[in-house]
């Protein structure tokens, strides 16, 4: 089993859509939890930060998790085209020498016009 | 911008030549780490340094090299490297490392294509 897993995608949703995006993670252990935004050609940057189950806002964006299910999702409102790059998620188990920190494949979101 | 450089921005080498990544952060961060992004795989992280300590090596192949003179200068120094390597090299910092707060801050990357 993968520890990060995303669906690679393409997602494709049109102008204004809202765009759901998944991952799912094998450590139970983990306790922090990141939405990566990547256009193409460019590095990575936060997006969305989360440690608590539930729902975090900001903005156009919600970031969900729930950790009994293992499971942490990024929701994009009234997409734009300019939305469209690769989102990674990022989970981060433990601290100190047990530190662990494991990116997904990423997502390729397309917002079409 | 994100407080973050690297140079070479775009490096080609050969297998037998040594060259070095230069990364850094005008952030005030004390942890510093060097990834590896290959085409269809995840982000790999390759070392992590904190307060110039490496803490995490990830099985990285002797071939690459770091080191961290102070906590705002990180290198990669890569010598006999293999045609596999080719990929981008990202540099990020974060505030410490081993805190479950670990936002990362990337530089821009080296793209490096050996021959």
């Known amino acids: 089993q993968k520890e990060v897993e995303q669906n690679s995608g393409p997602l494709s949703v049109p102008e204004g859509a809202i765009a759901s995006l998944n991952c799912t993670y094998s450590?139970?252990?983990?306790?922090?939890f990141f939405w990566y935004r990547q256009y193409s050609g460019k590095s990575p940057e936060l997006i969305m930060s989360?440690?608590?189950?539930g729902d975090k806002e900001d903005g156009r964006f919600t970031a969900q998790l729930n950790k009994a299910s293992q499971y942490v999702s990024l929701l994009i409102r009234d997409s734009q085209p300019s939305d469209s790059a690769t989102y990674l998620c990022?989970?981060?188990?433990?601290?100190?020498?047990?530190?662990?920190?494991?990116f997904g494949k990423g997502t390729l979101l397309t917002v079409n016009p | 911008e994100t407080g973050v450089t690297q140079t070479p921005r775009h490096l080609v080498m050969g297998m037998t030549n040594k060259k070095s990544l230069k990364c850094e952060q005008h952030?005030?961060?004390?942890?510093m780490y060097w990834y590896k992004q290959s085409a269809k795989k995840p982000l790999e992280l390759m070392f992590v340094?904190?307060?110039?300590?490496?803490?995490e090596n990830n099985s990285v192949p002797s071939r690459f090299s770091p080191e961290c003179p102070n906590s705002s200068h990180l290198f990669l120094h890569l010598h006999t490297l293999q045609p596999e390597d080719s990929a981008l090299y990202l540099c990020?910092?974060?505030?410490?490392?081993?805190?479950?707060?670990?936002?990362?801050?990337f530089g821009p990357g080296t793209r490096l294509l050996v021959l």
């Open positions: 952030l005030g961060h004390n942890a």
């Open positions: 990022a989970v981060i188990r433990g601290g100190g020498s047990n530190y662990k920190l494991t």
């Open positions: 990020a910092s974060s505030p410490n490392s081993g805190g479950i707060l670990q936002t990362q801050y």
């Open positions: 450590d139970r252990g983990s306790q922090s």
């Open positions: 989360i440690y608590s189950n």
């Open positions: 340094y904190s307060l110039e300590e490496r803490v």
